[in-house]
């Protein structure tokens, strides 16, 4: 059978555990201040998977704003996102993912959404692929040890066209 799970926002009681599932799972760490942050900004898109009473899962997201013809743009981007090994495979990303667009969207109001991967991450790059995310360019050397990272990124706005988002991000990239 398969293990049941649900998806809650982030409490603070839940810091240690999720700090040391980002510590197990990604190469990418952060001190527990910075996660106590963005939960304190962006409350809406920060969401942890629970099982039997146990964090096998989260979401960590923030917004940031730039400008596009003298008008703000809203970027949510994720920030990280990890599984407990065991419970892979059983469409929890998803249901955080899906979970941290709609508090992004409905709370936020950003107009698109977006995050770096490691090129070598497929799990994660088909993920957000099956999530209508797009490849928008490589950022070469972005990671400490070398390796390249892909931005990707998701309209979501009508306004969000391609020519805003080369506009905002694009300067981050070379393009494909
Ligand atoms: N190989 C190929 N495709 C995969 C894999 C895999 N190992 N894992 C997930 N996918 C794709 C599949 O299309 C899958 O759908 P399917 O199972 O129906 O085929 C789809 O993604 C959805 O999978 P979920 O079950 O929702 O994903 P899961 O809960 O297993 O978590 C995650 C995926 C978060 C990438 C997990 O593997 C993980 O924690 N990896 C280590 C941490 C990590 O790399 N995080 C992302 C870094 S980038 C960032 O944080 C912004
Ligand atoms: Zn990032």
Known sequence: MQKQYIIRKFNPKDLDNVVKLNWVFLPENYPSFFFLENYTHWPEAFLVAESEGKIVGYVMCRVEEKYYR??????????????????????????????????????????????????????????????????????????????????????ISERASDRLITAVLGYRVKSL
Do not use: C, W
Request: hydrophobic residues 40%; glycine residues 10%.
């Open 70 to 155: 003298f008008s703000p743009v809203k970027l949510g981007h994720v920030l990280s996102i990890a599984v407990e090994k065991k419970h892979r495979r059983q469409g929890i990303a998803t249901a955080l993912m899906n979970g941290a667009e709609e508090g992004l969207v409905n709370a936020y109001g950003v107009d698109l959404i977006y995050l770096e991967v490691r090129v070598s991450n497929e799990p994660a790059i088909s993920l957000y692929k099956k999530l209508d995310y797009r490849v928008l360019g490589v950022m070469p050397k972005y990671y400490s040890d070398g390796e390249d990272g892909y931005l990707m990124v998701k309209s």
